[in-house]
């Protein structure tokens, strides 16, 4: 008899962990769902399968995300479709788990056929905790917080940025401007003394084409130019603009003065390579070729004549002379500098009037200067479960545990409080997670707990706050109430006030609460963003 007994528990069990079956069927179409088993460990995977038995013309929908919850999908794997005549059998398994104990119930699956819903059973699952031997596996206590360094990687990759930007204008500055460039062939012959350059030139001009060419006015317009100009430089003498008159009446003054020991045969040449130059230019006269080439050579005596019945310079003129073109050096120096500034001032300019364009102002401001909400928006956020029932949601900083102080009335109906929390209601964000667990097992008073939440927002020195209410649905399926509004908050240091947002999250079940509560000052966009981050990423585990 016992035996008798026995073997049906046995077939009981296997049939309830190996095959627990659901079968619909509605206009020729049937589903079935199955479970491998009804009971794992911490960790472990259910095998959830789907079958559908369809016609072949119909379009099926499966069910898609985390909609198991409160187990977790892992993986949705679609089988091989099998074809039978006009019918199709479609098959889809579902890998779930769980990682905390206690009994679950896997809600309905909706299966669409046609946009026609369908339904399947619940399953209730049992995950046990996985044993440890306490003996052999040594035990210690929890470890205090440890404060870790907040990542300075975003700081280094802008300055970073801002040393690369600064050394590709120094250098593009420096390149254009400050390093001493080659010089070219021409400017190498202006920085020549006056007599090598004229020599130099005079030497060019011999082995041009000009009389080849019968080019005798640019050949003679050359030839002057560079005695006129050499006799400007050196011997200080207007030239370039005289006449050749003149010029000789200047140079015969000097003469008599003693300051140009030059003979009068020269200066008697001179006046006759002037004169000839005047007819080829003005007169279109062509004279002999050898003439052109004996008026070159003439010239060439006079320059090295000339240079010789200089005066040597004095002490103070040679003084003044260096004294003049250390000034041009540091005047020119000063030019290249002022260049550069200009440029990258420009620079700076342009790339913050584009920034400013396509950013707007605000963004480039508070990138430039810094803003306390965006240097949280774009830091290193914190994905992190908290207090018991966990909530769990992702915050731009780590929130703190609290120590709550509640009347001892309070203190006698709650089984366990867990309060973490972030900012305060004087900063820009203030962020709070709290959960508790009561000993009566029954339904959470959602009311009495807003109504505590708004009393302490009037405590610290909210008011005229406005109230709303709607529903709330986390990512994995959890239904809650959304409290949210604004107030008016003044600072009791600053004796400042300013307008506040706030958002009030309420979750709960058979004995216990779980709240979020968020405020941010009002017009802060990079708060705002903040708070939508954190609400998409916010989920609550309901099972205590």
């Given amino acids: 008899m016992r035996a008798k007994k026995l073997n049906s528990k046995i077939v009981c069990t296997t049939l309830l962990m190996l095959l627990s079956f659901v079968g619909f069927s509605q206009d020729d179409s049937k589903i079935t769902s ?57 098959q889809r398994i579902y890998a779930l788990t769980q990682f905390d104990s206690g009994a679950y119930t896997i809600p309905p699956q909706r299966i669409a056929i046609n946009e026609q819903p369908f339904f399947t059973d619940s399953f209730r699952i049992k995950v046990a905790d996985v044993v440890v031997d306490t003996i052999k596996q040594k035990m210690f206590d929890i470890k205090p917080l440890i404060e870790v360094e907040k990542s300075n990687a975003k700081i280094w990759k802008i300055g970073l940025t801002i040393l690369l930007a600064l050394l590709i204008i120094g250098g593009l500055a420096y390149w254009f401007f400050l390093r001493k ?110 003439i052109a080439e004996q008026d070159r050579l003439a010239v060439e005596q006079i320059v090295v004549k000339t240079h010789d019945a200089l005066p040597e310079p004095t002490e103070e003129e040679l003084l003044q002379n260096a004294e003049y073109l250390e000034e041009l050096a540091k005047k020119k120096q000063r030019k290249k500098i002022y260049w550069a500034a200009a440029i990258f001032a420009g620079i700076l300019f342009i790339g913050g009037a584009f920034s400013v364009a396509y950013f707007g102002f605000r963004e480039v401001k508070d990138t430039v200067f810094g803003h306390p909400t965006k240097e949280l928006l774009e830091g290193e956020w914190v994905a992190s479960s908290y207090g018991f029932p966990p909530i769990e949601i992702e915050t731009p900083d780590v929130l703190l545990r609290q120590k709550v102080e509640l009347p001892q009335e309070i203190l006698d109906s709650i089984q366990d409080i867990q309060t973490f929390a972030y900012g305060s209601y004087t900063q820009n964000l203030s962020l709070s997670s709290t959960s508790v667990t009561f000993k009566n097992q029954s339904d959470p008073d959602f009311e009495g707990a807003i109504g505590s939440a708004i009393g302490i927002f009037e405590q610290v020195g909210i008011r005229n706050i406005i109230t709303k209410q709607e529903e709330f649905t986390t990512q994995s399926g959890v239904t809650g109430l959304k409290v949210y509004g604004t107030g008016n908050f003044k600072n009791p240091i600053t004796e400042k006030s300013k307008k506040i947002k706030y958002n009030i999250l309420m979750f709960g079940g058979k004995g216990f609460i779980q709240q979020i509560a968020i405020t941010w000052e009002d017009g802060d966009d990079y708060a705002e963003q903040i708070v939508s981050r954190i609400l998409n990423t916010l989920d609550v585990k309901t099972q205590t």
């Fill in 34 to 90: 199955t479970i491998d088993t009804t009971s794992i460990k911490i960790g472990e995977q259910i095998q959830y399968t789907i079958t559908v038995e369809t016609d072949s013309l119909n379009v099926v929908h499966f069910p898609e995300g985390q909609t198991f919850s409160p187990l977790e999908t892992v993986e949705a794997i679609m089988q091989d479709t099998i074809k039978n005549n006009n019918k199709v059998i479609l």
């Fill in 181 to 290: 460039k080659p010089l070219t062939e021409e400017e190498k012959e202006a920085l020549l003394p006056p007599y090598d350059r004229a020599l130099l030139e005079l030497k060019k001009l011999e082995n041009s084409k000009y009389l080849i060419h019968d080019e005798y006015k640019k050949y003679y317009s050359e030839l002057t130019d560079i005695v006129r100009s050499y006799l400007e430089e050196d011997v200080h003498v207007s030239a370039l603009e005289s006449t050749t008159g003149q010029l000789i009446t200047k140079l015969e003054m000097l003469k008599d003065s003693g300051e140009l020991n030059l003979d009068d045969d020269t200066i008697t040449q001179f006046q006759k390579i002037l004169q000839t130059a005047d007819l080829v230019k003005f007169a279109k006269s062509k004279p002999p070729t050898s």
